[in-house]
């Protein structure tokens, strides 16, 4: 994850030695090397993620005039989307992330918390289907990624998120699919994590977004450096809501999407959000020509 990047570009190589310093811990070797147990540990995923994610914007940025009009991510990608922006360092945001993804994972024991998504009903059938679980069981699911019109993630304890999805199969989704993750993230069981993260995001000096950050929690862009610390802590109990992220650029005039990162799933759903939109994806060196090419036709 990242090697090529590393090796080609002089910009993506300092970026990976800038998080191995910031964070104590060679990241860099975990990206390239694994091993794969060790990069499934949530507060390990999360700034080898970032690191990739910005390695491999500043590598394109040797070889491309990048100028967007806005910058967004999903979940974990706000912080990368906020680096790209200028608002915030790389060094506050991987050791951010990384005591995120730390307490993201105390917050709910092992096994307790779930995740599943919802694929073929509308995000307001998941969410009746939620809300009856939660009030039936007086426990905890709700949405959590609001990924696209026909695919909802949701949220909770284990045993409700799978009563959830029964009851999902049998009103018509076309597939519920359990996701392989360490904690239920984007749900109030991560209230815990909201609270203890408050005074690592105070301690920071964000600065102005230029270009502004469409952030998950509104789903409109926000340039103020004093919103960012109460956004973030937010986003971590809050569901994303990507759909109407996108939805909110097209009706500003957004036509042209590019990925940057590892993994090509935001073009998918960007694809199922509006068709007629143009992407690109950048995820490694050998996507550089065809990203200039895209980038020709903005």
């Known amino acids: 994850m990242g090697r090529d990047a590393f090796e080609a570009s002089p910009a993506a190589r300092s970026v990976y030695e800038t998080a191995d310093e910031a964070l104590g811990f060679p990241v860099s070797r975990l990206c390239f090397e694994g091993p794969e147990e060790e990069l499934e540990r949530t507060e390990i995923q999360q700034p080898a993620l970032l690191t990739t994610s910005v390695a491999l914007l500043r590598a ?11 910058v967004a991510g999903h979940s974990l990608g706000e912080y990368t989307a906020l680096v790209a922006s200028g ?22 024991p092992q096994g307790v918390g779930g995740m599943a998504a919802i694929i073929g009903m509308t995000p307001e059938e998941v969410a009746d289907v939620c809300t009856e679980v939660s009030l039936e069981r007086g426990t905890v699911v709700s949405p959590a990624n609001f990924n696209s019109p026909s695919q909802t ?10 009563d959830a ?34 005074a690592d995001l105070a301690a920071i000096e964000f600065s102005e977004a230029l270009p502004p950050v469409v952030t998950n929690v509104e789903a409109k862009p926000n340039t103020e450096a004093g919103r960012m610390l109460g956004l973030l802590q937010e986003q971590v109990t809050a569901p994303v809501r990507f759909t109407e992220m996108v939805q909110w650029l097209v009706a500003a005039g957004v036509t042209h999407f590019l990925e940057v ?3 090509r799933v935001l073009s ?27 980038l020709q036709t903005v």
């Open 153 to 162: 993630v949701i949220a909770g304890e284990a045993a409700s998120v799978e």
């Open 87 to 108: 608002a915030l360092s790389l060094e506050d945001a991987v050791r951010t992330v990384h005591r995120r993804g730390g307490y993201m994972q105390e917050a709910v």
């Open 60 to 70: 394109l940025q040797e070889h491309a005039d990048l100028k967007p009009d806005f």
């Open 261 to 263: 990162g590892s993994g």
């Open 165 to 198: 999805g029964k009851r999902a199969a049998e009103r018509g989704a076309k597939r519920v699919i359990p996701l392989k993750v360490s904690a239920p993230f984007h749900c109030s069981l991560m209230m815990p994590a909201a609270d203890r993260i408050h």
């Open 268 to 294: 998918g759903l960007v694809s199922r959000i509006q068709r007629r939109s143009q992407r690109a994806q950048f995820s490694g060196m050998q996507d550089l020509e065809g990203v200039q090419e895209f």
